[in-house]
């Protein structure tokens, strides 16, 4: 079954540090990957997606993520962390035959931003 | 636009009750995806309705069902509740195309006692 990693469930930064959060996916098919976003008392959203094309795919507020076919990944980075950036971050995964609504989470990384 | 909306927010039940969740979807979506969210497990994929016909069901027993109406708003159901079903259920509507993006309600918290 597909299923998605990620390895760090508890990341600390100070505000301008730089930030990369692993994922990686198990399955072995044409997938499509997501970053999703959870603020606090906020719901969940959309960062950035890939489909397919340049695996470097740029969201917002400054993320962006590359995609690593040979080794399995979708690792988000962020050059200079912000205090508003503290949030619960989820990597997502779809088989592109089985539609764009059944995502594979994977348990999320919390993100804390001190200023 | 308003966004999804998913009622009730917050809900006590008992071991062998059950319950009924109600999600309205951004208008214009046609379809509507339930997950599930615990501590333990993340999130989980429940099913997925599109024009009223489930489309895509994750794995979860059958006492795990859902519905949705003609005007995209959908319901899901969980009867003989137990302890592990305590959890945050996540409504999220799109509009069924390959688009990519799920739009996510603030969820219905559920207690089992």
């Known amino acids: 079954a597909q299923s998605v990693s990620q390895h760090n469930h508890h990341v600390i930064l100070s505000e301008a540090a730089s930030l990369e959060l692993g994922c990686n996916y198990s399955y072995g098919g044409t997938v499509n990957l997501f970053w999703y976003v959870q603020y606090p008392g906020q719901h969940l959203q959309l960062l950035l997606k890939y489909f397919s094309g340049d695996p470097l795919v740029k969201g917002i507020k400054g993320f962006e993520a590359e995609f690593i076919k040979s080794k399995f990944s979708f690792n988000l980075r962020k050059p200079s962390v912000q205090w508003s950036d503290t949030a619960e971050y989820f990597c997502a995964v779809t088989q592109t035959n089985t539609g764009f609504q059944k995502l594979v989470f994977g348990t999320g990384t919390r993100l804390l931003v001190s200023p | 636009k308003a966004g999804v909306t998913q009622t009730p927010r917050y809900l006590i039940k008992t071991r062998g009750q059950q319950v009924t969740l109600s999600c309205s979807p951004i208008s214009g979506h046609r379809s509507v995806s339930w997950y599930q969210q615990t501590p333990g497990q993340g999130l989980q994929f429940l099913f997925e309705?599109?024009?009223?016909?489930?489309?895509n069901k994750g794995n979860f027993p059958g006492r795990f069902s859902g519905r949705q109406f003609s005007n995209s708003r959908s319901e899901m159901n969980v009867s003989t509740l137990e302890l592990g079903d305590s959890a945050l259920y996540l409504c999220?509507?799109?509009?069924?195309?390959?688009?990519?993006?799920?739009?996510f309600g603030e969820g219905s918290r559920l207690t089992v006692l």
């Open positions: 999220a509507s799109s509009l069924g195309k390959n688009t990519g993006e799920l739009f």
């Open positions: 309705y599109f024009s009223e016909t489930q489309r």
